[in-house]
T-cell receptor, first 114, second 109 residues
Framework: KAGVTQTPRYLIKTRGQQVTLSCSPI?????VSWYQQTPGQGLQFLFE???????NKGNFPGRFSGRQFSNSRSEMNVSTLELGDSALYLC?????????????FGPGTRLTVT | GQNIDQPTEMTATEGAIVQINCTYQ??????LFWYQQHAGEAPTFLSY????GLEEKGRFSSFLSRSKGYSYLLLKELQMKDSASYLC??????????FGKGTTLSVSS
């Protein structure tokens, strides 16, 4: 069973640009969540998509947006990049297996804003 | 408001048992997650508790008491590879997943 994949793995952008990150969940999982991880703030939840609808949203500005496609693949977009957006962006896919909940993280996209 | 507390650091020896506590104050509680994260790697999902009680999964167990706003992760038969950061996160219904700062566990021989 293929794991969660994220592309690109590394990205360097300049302030003011925009960026789109992609996440392909595990086959059969309909939920995709996005997280930002920085040394100072730790792991923070961005948003969750389920069946193409945003189900939950964290406390991030509107520059951070996302969407989910009918095949459950998800994209995250950050517009007007700021230096503080430099972080590891993780996505996780989740679903149920029998009566158990399961969740798997992708390897992350390391974004550097200069 | 919302607040999640867990110890910053813990140390233990191989073969021992360690309990990592997590207390929380949130509104609209909808479940609690535990994750393991090794340095430089993505987190690994360990458990998801929605109802009170203990859930066991191999060497790892997780306990939840919703009335007390309290959870713990129990690690048995510690191994060196269990040295990692352990994150507690609360699913706040309808809004967000709130993370604690993490507990760094160091296992020595």
């Amino acid at each position: 069973k293929a794991g969660v994949t994220q592309t690109p793995r590394y990205l360097i952008k300049t302030r003011g640009q925009q960026v789109t990150l992609s996440c392909s969940p595990i086959s059969g999982h309909r939920s995709v969540s996005w997280y930002q991880q920085t040394p100072g703030q730790g792991l923070q939840f961005l948003f969750e998509y389920f069946s193409e609808t945003q189900r939950n949203k964290g406390n991030f500005p509107g520059r951070f947006s996302g969407r989910q496609f009918s095949n459950s693949r998800s994209e995250m977009n950050v517009s007007t990049l700021e230096l503080g957006d430099s972080a590891l962006y993780l996505c996780a896919s989740s679903g149920t297996k029998g009566r158990s909940y399961e969740q798997y993280f992708g390897p992350g996209t390391r974004l550097t804003v200069t | 408001g919302q607040n999640i507390d867990q110890p910053t650091e813990m140390t233990a020896t191989e073969g021992a048992i360690v309990q990592i506590n997590c207390t929380y104050q949130t509104s609209g509680f909808n479940g609690l997650f535990w994750y393991q994260q090794h340095a430089g790697e993505a987190p690994t999902f360990l458990s998801y508790n929605v109802l009170d009680g203990l859930e066991e999964k191999g060497r790892f167990s997780s306990f939840l008491s919703r009335s007390k706003g309290y959870s713990y992760l129990l690690l048995k038969e510690l191994q060196m590879k269990d040295s990692a950061s352990y994150l507690c996160a609360v699913n706040q219904a309808g809004t967000a997943l709130i993370f604690g700062k993490g507990t760094t566990l160091s296992v020595s021989s």
